[in-house]
C-alpha cells in the first residue's frame, strides 16, 4: 500500500489538550480554555431548543441540499439560494474547493501566517504553495499580487487573519480584487466577521456580486458558538458554487446543524450581546496589555495576538501550570507570539492576573 506522494510529508492534525487531560496532568480543579477561539457564551438558547426538538430525528438521513438553510441565509444577505454552499464546518469548503479547482502543479497563494487549512488542503492536491510573510502583522497585498502568474487557481485571504486578528478595510480588498485577473479565485474567508465593530469591514457580498471570482466562507462555530455541530457556508458566484456541489459529500452537514444553525442565526439579540461583550474584552485585555508594557496586533476577532518578547512556547507552558490554555504554534514563525481567545470578563481577569505573573517568572527574550 503507497499512498499518494504529496501527502507523506503532511503532520497530522493536532488537537489541543482535552481540559479534563489537562486538570489531571497537572493536579488542577480550575482550568480555562482560552486557546480555539470559541465562544465563551455558549449558543444561543434557541439553538438549544432546535436540537432537543430534532432529537426524534436521529434516524433520518439531513436534508442533503440544506433547503430551508440555504433560503434562510440566501435572505439574511440578499443573495440568490444558488449563491449559497453549506460544509461540516467551513473547514469542509476550504477542502472542497481545494478538491474541485487545483490540479497537480497549479500555484496558490496565501499569507505566511495564517489558518493553516489552505495549504493543507492545497498540498493534498499537488498544488504548489506560495507563502507570503506578513507585513505588521496583516496580508502584504501588494506581494501576494505580485506573486500571481498564469497557473494561479486561488488567492486566500483571511480577514480578519487568524492568527494575528488584523483587518483589511473595504477599500484595501476592492483596491486589490481590481488587481486580480479572472483566472485566479479570491477566497475571502470571513470566519470573525459578526465580531467586527471598526466601521470599515468589506461589504463582501457587494464585492461578490461585483467579482464572479470571489467567494466568501463564514462559520457557525464562532460568534454563534455551534462549533461542535460542524457547520459553516460559502456565497459566491452560481457557477463555482456549482462546482463545489460536484465534489460535495450527498449529507456532508447534519439535520441537527442545520436546524440549529437556523434558529441561531433567528436570534440577533444574541449575536449583537456577544459582539458587544467581546469589543468589551478587547478594550480590557488591551488596556490590561498596555499597563503590562507587551504590545499586540489590532484586534478585529474575538482573540488578540500578544508579543510577549519571551518564547512564546515558555509562555504557553507556564499558563498552562497556572490552568490557562492559550495557543501558541511554532509554524507561525512569530516566536515572541502568544494568541489568547477573549473570554468571560472572569477569564480575562484570570488571564491578566496569570500572564503578569508569568511575565516575571519567564526572562525576556527566546
Ligand atoms: C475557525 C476558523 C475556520 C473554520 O471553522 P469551522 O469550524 O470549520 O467552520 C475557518 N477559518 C478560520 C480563519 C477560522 O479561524
Known sequence: MRPKKNIVHLPVYKPGKPMEEVKRELGLTDVIKLASNENPFGCSPKAKEAIIAHVDQTSIYPDGGAVELTAAI????????NQVIFGAGSDEI???????????GDQTIMAETTFPQYKHNAEVEGAVCVEVPLKDGAHDLPAMLAAINGRTKIVWLCNPNNPTGTMHSHNEVAEFLQQVPPHVMVVLDEAYAEYNVSGEYPDSVGLVNQYKNVIILRTFSKIYGLATLRIGYGIGHPDVIRSINQVREPFNTTGFAQKAALAALQDKQFITDCRE???????YLTGELDRLNVSYYPAHGNFIMVDVQRSGAAVFESLLRKG??????????LPTMIRVTVGSQEQNEKFIGALEQVLDEVAVGV
Open 74 to 81: 440566501a435572505e439574511h444577505f440578499n443573495v440568490e439560494t
Open 94 to 104: 476550504i477542502m472542497m474547493l481545494a478538491r474541485a479547482f487545483f490540479e497537480p
Open 277 to 283: 461583550a467581546n469589543a468589551e474584552g478587547i478594550r
Open 324 to 333: 490557562i490554555i492559550i495557543r501558541h504554534d511554532s509554524g507561525w514563525k
